[in-house]
């Protein structure tokens, strides 16, 4: 995601590429083809409420760049209620496509075993969530810094024809949506009380993924748990987190209120394929099939991929990076996305694109600030170059604790909504500006 956009923001100002891709000659444990841009984990960017959320926000400020994982991601939208959901296969062929087709860029296949040498000039490395064992050991052999990892889980995915309709309905959580696909763009599947605990006591008792040594230590990310992991949390963690019940009306019993509920989404276009939201698992296979076939609807479900669990990979960027994303020993290097400990689909791809244009500056012999951290892309960008504190710095996605308060209003404080506004309008403003250089 991040190396993609990071191209696409050179050659759009007419800088040339070459652009690196190891698969399909050296694979990955997540990806499944050679695609460019291949989401692996799930197929939402999330919220796109552009006045009230600091995603929907992020989204907005990437468009107004011309981004072309934005534009490809509208182009294979798919309903969500007010999530942007990707068609995960035309998606990818189109950005894959897109700079195969663009003069400026030269596609190479292969593995980077190590840093590249400064003969080759501006670089950025966006390795994405899966960087090899031997490129970061080389990272880390020329930071003289001690790593950080966490593990990224993967959903599992069910054919849509296997789901039983007589327990299962469609409804987004509040109805939300502008449209009736938007509105009926999620499947329910309620549990009752008994139903609940059974399915938290064989999650728990589940046989799960054994880890290597390297990896036994590596902590999880707070924002992409495994269910298994939540649950050993708390009875009730699941009924706060993915399965909470609220906002939903089941219509084949409408009288009674679920204890716990399992939403799925659509994961194509088609309709044919819903990923389990929330339900990243460590689980072994055979233990999924069993553990999941205790969620009413899902008793004979078939899946088209069971869930997974990778290592991730991240530098310690605070300490290691300056303020336009370039290595402090190598500034001929910038990093970008998920490597940088940054988190998420959205935010990997900004900060391809805030790399992309910040080398094609330099290349041109530009100068180009760093956008204001009243943005979106500005609040990132200060949080891991400096705004984070280096000893616990961990993974972050994008949210309003990143932004400069808001002042006030006169009488008294703004509330939430129009709090939220406010951080929104002034970053439009102060984005649009950046744009301008």
Not at 30 to 42: F, N, W
Not at 129 to 154: H, R
Not at 173 to 185: F, H, I, L, V
Request: aromatic share 8%.
């Amino acid at each position: 995601m991040a190396g993609s956009e990071a191209a696409w923001q050179c050659v759009s100002a007419g800088v040339p590429v070459v652009l690196h891709e190891m698969r399909p000659k050296t694979g990955t444990f997540a990806h499944q083809t050679d695609g460019l841009a291949e989401l692996v984990c799930s197929n939402s960017l999330r919220s796109d409420d552009h006045e009230a959320n600091a995603v929907g926000l992020l989204h907005w400020e990437m468009r107004a760049a011309g981004s072309l994982i934005m534009e490809m991601a509208d182009r294979h939208k798919l309903p969500a209620g007010s999530a942007l959901a990707v068609d995960r296969e035309p998606f990818s062929a189109s950005v894959t496509e897109r700079l195969l087709n663009h003069p400026l860029v030269t596609l190479e296949r292969g593995e980077i075993t190590g840093l590249p040498p400064q003969s080759w000039g501006q670089t950025i490395i966006a390795t994405g969530p899966l960087t090899t064992q031997s490129l970061a050991e080389s990272i880390l052999n020329a930071t003289g810094q001690s790593g950080l990892a966490f593990f990224d889980a993967i959903a599992p995915i069910v054919y849509a024809d296997s789901i039983d309709m007589n327990k299962a309905w469609f409804q987004s959580r509040y109805d939300k949506g502008d449209t009736e696909e938007e509105r009926t763009a999620y499947l329910n599947c309620p549990m009752d009380q008994e139903t609940y605990e059974a399915f938290i006591d064989a999650l728990l008792a589940a046989e799960k993924t054994e880890f290597k040594d390297w990896e036994k230590d590596t902590p999880y990310f707070d924002g992409c748990l495994p269910i298994e992991v939540m649950a050993e949390r708390g009875r009730e963690t699941l009924r706060w987190g993915p399965m909470k019940p609220v906002g939903l009306t089941n219509p084949h019993q409408p009288d009674v209120k679920a204890h716990a509920v399992v939403q799925l989404r659509r994961d194509n276009r088609l309709g044919t394929l819903y990923n389990i939201v929330g339900f990243q698992t460590k689980m072994k296979y055979s233990e999924q099939t069993e553990v999941f076939s205790m969620i009413p609807g899902l008793e004979n479900a078939r899946f088209a991929r069971l869930g997974g669990i990778h290592r991730n990979t991240f530098i310690n960027s605070p300490m290691l990076l300056d303020e336009q994303m370039r290595l402090k020993s190598r500034p001929d290097i910038r990093f970008a996305g998920q490597i940088t400990g940054v988190e998420g689909y959205v935010e990997s791809a900004a900060m391809g694109l805030l790399a992309g244009r910040m080398a094609a500056a330099q290349a041109q012999g530009r100068d180009l600030s760093t956008p204001k951290n009243t943005t979106a892309m500005g609040a990132l960008i200060t949080h891991i170059t400096g705004g984070a504190a280096a000893k616990t710095f961990q993974p972050m996605n994008v949210n309003f604790g990143l932004f400069p308060p808001v002042e006030d209003v006169k009488g008294g404080r703004r509330n939430r909504k129009t709090r939220y506004k406010a951080y929104t309008d002034r970053a439009k403003a102060d984005w649009s500006d950046w744009l301008k250089q």
